[in-house]
Each structure stands twice: as C-alpha cells, then as structure tokens.
C-alpha cells in the first residue's frame, strides 16, 4: 500500500503515538483526519504539522457508541472516503484486581474495547461498499500476555484481537485489511493517564514506559507495518519477547514476570 492521496482517519490523535502519526503521515501526500476527545489539543496537532490544510478536526468521545453512525458521516463529508482507520484511541490503568472498582473495568471495556468495536461497525458499511478499507487497530503485547495492575486493560486489548480477527475472515472478500498493532512499552503519557482503583489517573510516569521506544522510532515502525499490510504486528524492546514465551513456555513467561519490577 502506498498513502498517497489517500483518507486516513486517526483517532487518539491529541497526544503520543496518535500526536506523532499526524506529524509523519503529513509527510506522506495524503489527507488526514484527526479524533480525540479535546478539540483544542487536535487544532495545536493540526496548526504544527506539515500539511494542515490537508487535515480535518473531528473531536468525539469513544465512550458515546450510539453516537458512532453520526461521527462516521460527519468524517466522510470532508473528503467523502476514508481509506484507513487508525482505531489508536484508548486508556490503560494501573491498579491490582482486589483494588479496583468495577467501574474501572466497565471503563476500560467501554473505551478500549466497545468504543473501537462501535466505530469499527459504522465504518464497515463504506468500506464494503467501497470494496475497500483499511483497519489498523492499536492493541498493546497486553493484548497477548498479561501483567500485574493491568488486569481490565489486558482484558480489553485481548477482546479486540477476538473481535478483528473475526472482522478480517468475514470480509477478505470485501478487500478490507486488518493490521493488529501491538505495542511494547513506548514513551508517552499513556502511564500518566491510565487509570487506578477509584477511577482517577495515576499522574506519574513509570519506569517500563519511560524506557520504552522513543515515540517516533515507533510510529515509523508502525506506519511500515501498515503500508505492508501485515495481520499483526509486535513493536518494541525485550517485552515483545514475552508474545512468543506465552505461546511456547507460558510458565517460563509467568515467572520472569512475576520477577519483574514493571509495576
């Protein structure tokens, strides 16, 4: 796949990895649309990328699902055709089981998981019209394996590898991709934000996370991933490893991790 002159519509695009894929893919002759849920910080992404007037604002909220259908057609009146879905929208959390509310776990479901499945469903229509379309989900290795205080996060990334795997079988008849995007440890403020037992966000970066890629090496990693058409990608340092311990040593992987220091 090449991105020229392509519709590519990025959610998550305020902040990290989706702030650092409007600045690349601007590089790239294509038009973007940026989604968050804060308009202010999408128009300062907009204002210093390269090609600004080639990017569209559409802020919403991937909490709100029935409001999905509406949020698709007010994407496709920009450029009427989107080409490729970054679904890169999401929350984390760091808090044990026996700590957190279940409201954090229904949070984490409804924006991690049913908010991406939602506007998954609205798009699918355009893209089988079209007999075209692009789906390039950021998961996380917690998708693959878990970790301790990360326990509803983990739950969530792992529904959507059930549920758009799913998606890719039904409709490679329609020519609709899916690249799963796994990411290891990257330096953003996702540590910053994720959530704790009570619902507030942690408000302090961790160890793994300050030591995980730099957010642009990722990002242009990600993008080739992308542009291949890959089914499923792991994105990282030493902890992508743990991916294919869980598959062939999974009592090997639960004690190097339990081992750990990755709170």
Same mark, same amino acid.
């Given at each position: ?52 007037? @080639? ?15 509406? %949020? ?5 009146? +920009? ?29 984490? %479901? ?34 693959? +394996? ?24 039904? @409709? =490679? ?65 030493? =902890? ?24």
């Amino acid at each position: 796949m090449r991105f020229q002159n392509k519709i590519i519509w990025i959610t998550g695009a305020s902040s990290g990895i989706g702030k650092e894929l409007a600045f690349q893919l601007s590089q790239q002759n294509c038009k973007l649309i940026l989604s968050s849920r804060r308009e202010d910080k999408l128009i300062e992404v907009q204002k210093l990328s390269q090609t600004p007037e @080639h990017i569209a604002i559409l802020p919403f909220d991937l909490e709100k699902h029935e409001l999905m259908h509406s %949020i698709v057609e007010k994407a496709l009146s +920009f450029y009427n055709k989107i080409d490729v879905i970054i679904l890169n929208g999401g929350i984390s959390q760091r808090s044990l089981i026996i700590d957190t509310d279940i409201n954090v776990d229904k949070k984490l %479901i409804a924006v991690d998981y049913l908010g991406n499945v939602a506007l998954a469903k609205a798009i699918l229509p355009h893209f089988v019209e079209n007999k075209n379309g692009h789906f390039a989900v950021v998961s996380s290795v917690m998708g693959k +394996f878990g970790s301790p205080y990360r326990s509803g996060y983990c739950g969530a990334k792992h529904a959507l590898h059930g549920f758009f795997d799913v998606l890719r079988m039904e @409709h =490679e008849k329609d020519n609709i991709k899916v690249t799963m995007i796994c990411p290891g440890f990257v330096n953003t403020d996702i540590a910053r934000n994720a959530l704790i037992g009570d619902g507030s966000p942690l408000n302090q970066q961790d160890i793994g996370t300050q030591n995980g890629l730099a957010v642009d090496v990722f990002t242009r990693k990600m993008i080739n991933a992308i542009k291949k058409e890959a089914f499923e990608v792991y994105i990282g340092k030493s =902890e992508i490893k743990g991916v294919y311990m869980k598959r062939f040593f999974p009592k090997l992987l639960h004690r190097l991790v339990l081992k750990s220091q990755v709170r």
